[in-house]
C-alpha cells in the first residue's frame, strides 16, 4: 500500500505515549509522509494505534466507516489486536512502505434497539469485538429471546448474552467459555453468561443472519454494552438487533506473527510460542 498521509492515535491520558507518537511523526515526515496526532482524517492512507487493544477498540468504528487501515502497535498488556510489539514498530512501518504486509478484513457488527412500546429504533453503533446484554445488578437472572433471521432460536435464562464477532472471540466470550475462533472468518457467535441450564452453550451463526433478542418480563432495565462502553438501558419486551456491518474493518498484521502465534503467546497455549514449521514431505499436499 502507499502511504503519503498517516494518522497516529495515542492511548488518552498517557503523556509517555503522546510522546512516542511525536517521535513516529518525525520518523514519517522524514520520509516526506504526512503524519497527525490524534485526529483521522477521510483522505489519510493509514492509521496507527499506539497504545493497547482497548485504544484501538476506541477508534475501530470511525477507521472502518472512512475504510483506513489500522497497525496496532502493543504499548499496552493485552496485544491481541495491537500485534506489533514497541520494539517492532519501525521495521513494520518499513514492511509497511515497501509494501510487504498482509491486510486482514475483520467483520464488524452493527447494533440498534427497537422500543417496545413505540416501536421507534434507535441509531445503530459498531462493534469490532462484540455487543453484550447485560443486568444491571445481582438480581434474578433475565429471560432473553432470541431468533436468527425469522427462525426462532431459543430463550436463555441467563445473566446476559453476548453476540462476538470473531475478532472478539478470545476476549468477554473466551471468558464466558465460548469458543476461540479464527480472526477471518465471516460468523458470529451467541455466548449466554451463566446460564440457568448448563448444557446451554454458545451458537455459531452465519453473519447473514440478523440477530433479534428480546428482553421478555419480568425484567428491571438492563445494560447493552458495545466494546465495553455502555449505550443504552432497556426495559421489557425491548428489542435488541445485531446485524454484519456493511464494511469491515483494515487491520495491517504483523510481518512476524501469525493468528495462532499470537494465540500461543497470550493464552500460554503448550507453554511455547514457537512456529513449527510442516515438514517438506507434507507441504507439498497442502
Known amino acids: 500500500m502507499k502511504v503519503d498521509h498517516a494518522g497516529i492515535i495515542t492511548r488518552p491520558g498517557s503523556p509517555e505515549v503522546e510522546q512516542k507518537g511525536r517521535e513516529l511523526a518525525d520518523w514519517l515526515i522524514e520520509r516526506r509522509i504526512k503524519a497527525e496526532l490524534n485526529r483521522i482524517d477521510p483522505a489519510m492512507d493509514m492509521l496507527i ?84 446484554i447485560v443486568k444491571k445488578s445481582t438480581e434474578a437472572m433475565i429471560r432473553l429471546r432470541c431468533w436468527a433471521g425469522r427462525e426462532y432460536v431459543t430463550t436463555y435464562r441467563a445473566d446476559g448474552l453476548i453476540m462476538s464477532t470473531p475478532t472478539g472471540s478470545t476476549a468477554y466470550n473466551l471468558s464466558a467459555g465460548g469458543p476461540v475462533v479464527h480472526a477471518e472468518l465471516d460468523t458470529v457467535v451467541v455466548t449466554p453468561i451463566c446460564p440457568f441450564m448448563l448444557e446451554s452453550r454458545s451458537v455459531l451463526l452465519g453473519s447473514q443472519h440478523q440477530l433479534t433478542t428480546q428482553l421478555l418480563a419480568p425484567a428491571g432495565e438492563v445494560k447493552v454494552i458495545v466494546d465495553g462502553e455502555l449505550q443504552w438501558t432497556i426495559t421489557e419486551n425491548d428489542y435488541l438487533l445485531v446485524n454484519k456491518a456493511p464494511q469491515p474493518l483494515l487491520i495491517i498484521s504483523s510481518p512476524w506473527k501469525s493468528y495462532f502465534n499470537i494465540l500461543r503467546r497470550k493464552l500460554n497455549w503448550g507453554g511455547a510460542s514457537v512456529d513449527i514449521p510442516l515438514p517438506e514431505q507434507v507441504c507439498k499436499y497442502c
Open 49 to 132: 494505534v499506539l497504545g493497547g487493544d482497548g485504544t484501538l477498540l476506541h477508534v475501530a468504528d470511525e477507521a472502518c466507516a472512512h475504510r483506513l487501515p489500522v497497525l496496532g502497535v502493543n504499548l499496552g498488556n493485552l496485544g491481541f489486536l495491537t500485534e506489533v510489539a514497541a520494539n517492532e514498530m519501525y521495521p513494520a512501518l518499513e514492511a509497511v512502505l515497501a509494501e510487504d504486509v498482509r491486510m486482514e478484513k475483520r467483520i464488524m457488527l452493527a447494533a440498534a434497539y427497537v422500543n417496545g412500546i413505540t416501536g421507534k429504533k434507535s441509531r445503530a453503533v459498531r462493534a469490532l469485538n462484540e455487543v453484550v
